[in-house]
């Protein structure tokens, strides 16, 4: 299942000639920073000479699956059949050396395996664009561009260092890199050298390192062992949407009186304080989650991402599918409406955190601040009938 080896860069696209000047001219204000940040001059000779404005980045950077698709589309790519069996097919080939790294970071490798797949498909799809320009165009003209420079920065540290050479240096269009997509400031702070060669090499085409350094990030955040990172429930009939909501935690005798029940209809276990979720609004499936729902959010905040995870991590165990449907048949707002209504809850004073078309925690935050006040249901989901009464 992992690929046969390491393929040459992806080329560039041409690029406005507006653009790559004013990439240019960044990198000049840029330099005096990176050497303030201890990066030497002859690194950023090296690094980035002849760095060149990479359009695609942008647009992807636009259109982030997780933010942009019904969770329901996501989660049949995310967790399908194919990635299900393909899972279960890498548990029993790495048996022995997930063994090893379950009994040293104290994560359960079903996990691990679930990252792994999610992010590069098992070890197939890991990147192959150039980092150092994708970091620098996005710095320069992303919506993060702070973010993004320090991200550029660490890179820069990374290269410095010796531990890969800025031609060798690829992975996604975001600046992930090797089989679980480590961004750079994760892999200075977490990666780690599981094979014991003297290198944390995360590209491999042996996964050991790459697999251990995602465990040793989940350990060091937090992770609880045996924890799940939430439970499919069932809301009993005519139940306060308005308590969901991933900062109101309760205790799970709380949820059981309030006549939450598993979505099978047995009662909760107890794995310790939980938020309600409903991530595509009150129509669609509810999870209580618990504290490993923050751990794996500090690798991707996206929800869809988190169940994701979570949810292929349930299956490799050999639990079925979420039980209750999806809404289906509910439209999702298109990328225009996702800004007009972050532009009108805004104006309205409902904090989206940005206006970007990117429907995160801040905007559902928001909606739901809006349904609150207007004695709607509170589930925070982005409806076109929200939009309407916005309008």
């Known amino acids: 299942m992992v690929s046969a080896g390491p393929m040459a860069p992806d080329p560039i696209p041409p690029a406005d000639p507006a653009d790559q000047r004013g990439l240019e001219a960044w990198l000049e204000g ?20 002849g760095v060149r404005y990479n359009p695609k980045v942008i647009e992807r950077d636009r259109n982030q699956a997780e933010f942009t698709k019904p969770i329901w589309d996501y989660l049949d790519s995310a967790v399908s059949d194919t990635r299900i069996a393909n899972g279960r097919a890498m548990l029993a080939r790495h048996r022995a050396l997930l063994d090893a790294i379950e009994a040293q970071y104290g994560v359960d490798r079903e996990v691990v395996v679930a990252i792994w797949g999610m992010e ?81 090499d995360i590209w491999s085409e042996n996964p050991a390192d790459a697999l251990a350094s995602t465990a040793a990030y989940l350990a060091r955040s937090g992770w609880v062992k045996g924890q799940p990172w939430g439970v499919e429930v069932r809301l009993p009939a005519g139940f306060d949407t308005g308590l969901a909501g991933k ?46 729902f923050r ?14 995870v979570g949810h292929l991590s349930d299956r490799l165990r050999g639990k079925g599918p979420i039980v209750a449907a ?66």
């Open 326 to 391: 999806w809404p289906r048949t509910s439209r999702p707002l298109t990328e225009p409406e996702r800004i007009e209504l972050q532009r009108r809850l805004t104006a309205a004073g409902y904090d989206t955190g940005g206006v970007d078309g990117l429907i995160g925690s801040q905007t559902m935050s928001a909606i739901g601040a809006f349904q609150r006040a207007r004695g709607l249901p509170v589930d925070g989901y982005p409806s076109v009938k929200i939009l309407e009464m916005l309008r």
């Open 120 to 200: 590069s498909n098992y070890g197939n799809h890991r990147g192959n664009m150039l980092l150092i320009p994708s970091l620098a165009t996005l710095a320069y003209d992303g919506r993060r561009g702070a973010f993004f420079e320090s991200q550029l920065i660490a890179a820069l540290r990374i290269v410095q260092t010796g531990d890969v050479d800025p031609a060798r240096m690829t992975g996604s269009w975001a600046g992930a890199m090797g089989h679980t997509q480590f961004i750079p400031t994760s892999y200075l702070a977490y990666a780690v050298d599981f094979t014991g060669d003297g290198k944390r």
């Open 247 to 292: 900062k109101r935690r309760r205790s799970t005798a709380e949820w059981s009186a309030l006549g939450l029940r598993t979505a099978q209809g047995g009662a909760l276990v107890d794995h310790g304080p939980a938020a309600l979720l409903l991530p595509a609004g009150a129509k669609g499936p509810a999870f209580l989650i618990f504290g490993n």
């Open 30 to 49: 840029f330099r005096p920073r990176a050497l303030a940040a201890g990066i030497a001059p002859e690194t950023l000779d090296r690094a980035l000479r």
């Open 295 to 308: 751990v794996i959010a500090r690798y991707n905040a996206a929800d869809a991402y988190v169940i994701g």
